[in-house]
């Protein structure tokens, strides 16, 4: 893990930070040890929101890119090798030339075959292995243009997604299963949990009958790409964690494909705790539609909520299963 790693290169005195500058150390996930850096000199740069809050409660200045000049810059390596290479990018010009660039990952993130690109650049990074990962460092030079983030990319069907986003290729299998397998009725006020680039959200907006729709949604570039792919007013965006966010107003229906990893690990925790915070949004006459892998086992925490469980749809992949009659205390008005 990256706090080991960290701890014993630095202990070792092979890895030596400068005696100034800030360290912005980019896109580490909440739970991650970084209490062997300055803590007064770090910033965690992140764009996922529970990571960021995370963070921010244990005390660090959190930003979504970097806000001034660092000495150093820690890349915790995501498993998406687009989004891996931006990353870096855009740390090797925040340090600038000479400046010292760290770079952390797991074997199952790429950090291999990080290694191999670098080297390919003419670099020889010092390499601590430990824990399954690696910890590179050396002296940041510019990386190759097309490193750099592309920006927003068209998909099929006129959306745009960006790199590292969930199905940043083109519109998601057991999202179409869902969106396909909806009523057409499914009330005025609606609610995308984890809404991503917004495919769900645009084939729920096309139902004239829909007055409003909250996207929340943690990943703050697949956010920036709905707006994109939005251009609805009844369409808002919350940049925010599923499991806490509250509307102000109790609501007619959930639409939701749950996350079902936590980083690198399966986690059907996080589709129950979506799950659960479903059921506090809605009224008595509320509904849930969720998509599910098949082997996902969400029926019992459907069960714990709503009095009413079907499956609605489904192939030997996935299964769309409905919610209804909830039954967890609900505080707010009904519009
Ligand atoms: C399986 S994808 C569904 C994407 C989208 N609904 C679609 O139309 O395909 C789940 C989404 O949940 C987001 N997510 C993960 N954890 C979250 C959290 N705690 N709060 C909000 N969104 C989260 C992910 O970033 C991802 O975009």
């Given at each position: 893990m990256l706090s080991e790693r960290l701890s014993l290169a630095l202990a070792g005195g092979d890895l030596t930070l400068p005696d100034g500058g800030m360290i912005a150390v980019f896109g580490p996930r909440a739970g991650t040890d970084l209490s062997s850096l300055p803590t007064e000199r770090v910033t965690v740069i992140t764009g996922f929101k529970p990571d960021h809050d995370a963070f921010a409660a244990a005390g660090y200045p959190c930003a979504r890119a970097p806000q001034e000049s660092c000495a150093v810059a820690l890349v915790c390596l995501p498993r998406a090798k687009a989004q891996g290479r931006a990353l870096l990018a855009q740390a090797a010009d925040l340090v600038g030339t000479g400046g010292l660039l760290i770079v952390d990952g797991q074997k199952t993130d790429g950090i291999e075959s990080m290694l191999?690109?670098?080297?390919?650049?003419?670099?020889?990074?010092?390499?601590?292995?430990?824990?399954?990962g690696k910890m590179l460092w050396f002296a940041a030079q510019p990386v190759p243009a097309d490193w750099h983030a592309r920006g927003p990319q068209p998909v099929e069907g006129g959306f745009v997604t960006a790199e590292g986003v969930f199905s940043a290729d083109g519109i998601d299998p057991a999202s179409r299963l869902l969106a396909n397998s909806l009523p057409e009725k499914l009330g005025a006020h609606l609610v995308d949990l984890g809404a991503g680039w917004g495919y769900l959200a645009a084939r729920i907006l096309a139902r004239d009958t829909v007055r409003t729709l909250d996207l929340v949604e943690a990943d703050h570039v697949a956010l920036d790409c709905a707006r994109a792919n939005l251009a609805d007013p009844r369409a808002r965006f919350h940049w925010a964690d599923a499991t806490t966010w509250r509307p102000d107003n109790l609501v007619d229906a959930v639409v939701m494909n749950p996350p079902f990893h936590t980083g690198r690990a399966a986690d059907p925790d996080l589709g129950r705790a979506f799950i659960a915070a479903a059921a506090a949004m809605?009224?008595?006459?509320?509904?849930?539609?969720?998509?599910?892998?098949?082997?996902?086992?969400?029926?019992?925490?459907?069960?714990?909520?709503?009095?009413?469980?079907?499956?609605?749809?489904?192939?030997?992949?996935?299964?769309?299963?409905?919610?209804?009659?909830?039954?967890?205390?609900?505080?707010?008005?009904?519009?």
């Open positions: 191999r690109d670098l080297r390919a650049q003419g670099l020889s990074p010092m390499v601590l292995s430990k824990a399954h809605l009224t008595a006459q509320g509904r849930l539609w969720l998509v599910a892998n098949r082997h996902l086992p969400y029926e019992t925490a459907l069960a714990q909520h709503f009095a009413e469980v079907s499956e609605l749809a489904g192939d030997n992949r996935f299964k769309i299963l409905a919610a209804a009659r909830p039954t967890a205390p609900r505080s707010r008005q009904r519009r």
